[in-house]
């Protein structure tokens, strides 16, 4: 399989702070990655659908300015959380868009643990 | 509104029987199905894809599609207590080239 990182693994924050999240395809290129967001109990959503060199394409009910979405080159995308508040302490997990070998499939970083304060 | 429905269990198999998850979905466009394990505290990690209809096997997995029922399917054989996990099934309408949609989820019990 696929190795995708995410830095940090978990965060702890005041409200009103930003974070960045960072996640990372370390053995392949992605010029698609995905940010996810999971609550307790819940499945994972889709936020957002982040393409290298483009603007990320947010999904119904998120807003853009709050989750700033990045991705600079082929094997990173960033996801800030501006004025995080305390709804917004969730898993944030990120997956990478694998097409080597003839498949196309998704591979998902460690996820980062939000809690905000 | 795309839906993926699962039962969300707890479904519990004793070991080294056969454990069967199902899923359905309601996006007729849909073109690539995944299963993947999560483990409580964890990112889900990548079983198995199914892009045609009929069965896939890898290794103790197989995976069944019927894409006229709209009908997904995991089974494991010899099932291990490290199975235990939740088992998400994700489908898409454009590959790997549009997010997934999931189900919330079977909580698989393998009992010793």
């Known amino acids: 399989g696929a190795v995708v990182s995410q830095h940090p693994s978990w965060v702890i924050c005041k409200s009103g702070t930003s974070v960045k999240i960072e996640c990372r395809s370390l053995?392949?290129?992605?010029?698609?990655m995905f940010w996810y967001r999971q609550f307790p109990k819940q499945s994972l959503m889709l936020m957002a659908t982040?393409?290298?060199?483009?603007?990320?394409?947010?999904e119904q009910g998120v807003e853009k300015d709050k989750f700033l979405i990045n991705h600079a080159s082929l094997t990173l995308s960033t996801l800030t959380v501006t004025s995080a508040h305390p709804e917004d302490s969730s898993f944030y997990i990120c997956?990478?868009?694998?097409?080597?070998?003839?498949?196309?499939?998704?591979?998902f970083g460690p996820g980062t643990r939000l809690t905000v304060l | 509104q795309k839906e993926v429905e699962q039962n969300s269990g707890p479904l519990s198999v004793p070991e080294g029987a056969i454990a069967s998850l199902n899923c359905t979905y309601s996006?007729?466009?849909?073109?690539?199905f995944f299963w993947y394990r999560q483990y409580s505290g964890k990112s889900p990690e990548l079983i198995m894809f199914i892009y045609s209809n009929g069965d896939k096997e890898d290794g103790r997995f197989t995976a069944q599609l019927n894409k006229a029922s709209q009908y997904v399917s995991l089974l494991i054989r010899d099932s291990q207590p490290s199975d235990s996990a939740t088992y998400l099934c994700a489908v898409s309408s454009g590959g790997g080239a549009d997010g997934l949609t999931f189900g919330k989820g079977t909580h698989l019990i393998i009992q010793p």
């Open positions: 996006d007729r466009g849909s073109q690539s």
């Open positions: 997956s990478a868009r694998d097409r080597r070998l003839g498949t196309d499939t998704q591979y």
């Open positions: 053995d392949f290129q992605a010029t698609t």
């Open positions: 982040s393409n290298e060199g483009s603007k990320a394409t947010y």
